[in-house]
Each structure stands twice: as structure tokens, then as C-alpha cells.
């Protein structure tokens, strides 16, 4: 399963990772697990500043990975004001749907399959 997802932050193209180390730099900032970040989003709930902890951890589990240097909060945070905090509401919800790979929208990826009719 892929566990980046490529999007715009600030007009720039960066890529944001889903790894074990970013899950932690999340839980561990914004002091909120990842399952309740995620319902926290889907009850549209979710405040600016968990959703640009999310943001942040996502770009530096990339970063970290390619061996980069990882970038500070407020860097990242700067870039997603002077965008809109609400254009990155999807990629905060990316960043929560990879941390559970066998899921994607709430269905388990061990789910049957739609059968299709012969209609």
C-alpha cells in the first residue's frame, strides 16, 4: 500500500509520508491520538492547530525519509496560513486515513468487493 500523497503546500509540490516516526511527532505534539484527530475531522471539529501538527508530520515523515532535514512547526504552519488552513483539511484526513493502512473512508480493505450485476 502507498503511504505518501502528493499535494500543494504554499503553491510549493511537496509529499507527505505516513510513517511510524510521523504518527509519533503528532501524537506527541498536538497531544491527541491519531483515531481521535480523525473523528475530531470527520466532525468538522478539528482545530487549525492540530490540523498544521498533522501537516507538519506528514511533510517530515517524507523529509526523514529521504534523509532531509526536517522542517520546523512554524515554517510549516507560516506556509499553510498564508494559503488557507482550510485547503489542507484533505491532507490532514490523508495523513489520519495511512496511519490505518487497512482502512480507507471507514471500510476494511478486507472487505468484499462489490459484486456487479448483470443487468
Known amino acids: 500500500m502507498k503511504l505518501t500523497h502528493d499535494f500543494e503546500l504554499n ?5 507527505g509520508r505516513c510513517t511510524f516516526r510521523a504518527i509519533n511527532a503528532f501524537e506527541e505534539s498536538s497531544g491527541m491520538s491519531i483515531a481521535d484527530a ?3 475531522l470527520m466532525e468538522q471539529k ?3 492547530t492540530i490540523m498544521a501538527r498533522a501537516v507538519w508530520a506528514f511533510v517530515n515523515g517524507e523529509r526523514i525519509s529521504q534523509g532531509q532535514k526536517p522542517e ?3 515554517v510549516i504552519g ?3 496560513h498564508q ?3 482550510q485547503n489542507y483539511v484533505s491532507v490532514a484526513g490523508e495523513f489520519f486515513a495511512l496511519t490505518f493502512p487497512e482502512t480507507k473512508n471507514g ?3 478486507e472487505a468484499e468487493p462489490e459484486k456487479k450485476s448483470n443487468d
Open 11 to 15: 503553491g510549493k509540490k511537496v509529499t
Open 38 to 40: 480523525w473523528q475530531k
Open 46 to 48: 478539528l482545530s487549525f
Open 72 to 74: 520546523s512547526f512554524d
Open 78 to 80: 507560516a506556509e499553510m
Open 83 to 85: 494559503h488557507g488552513f
Open 107 to 109: 471500510v476494511t480493505s
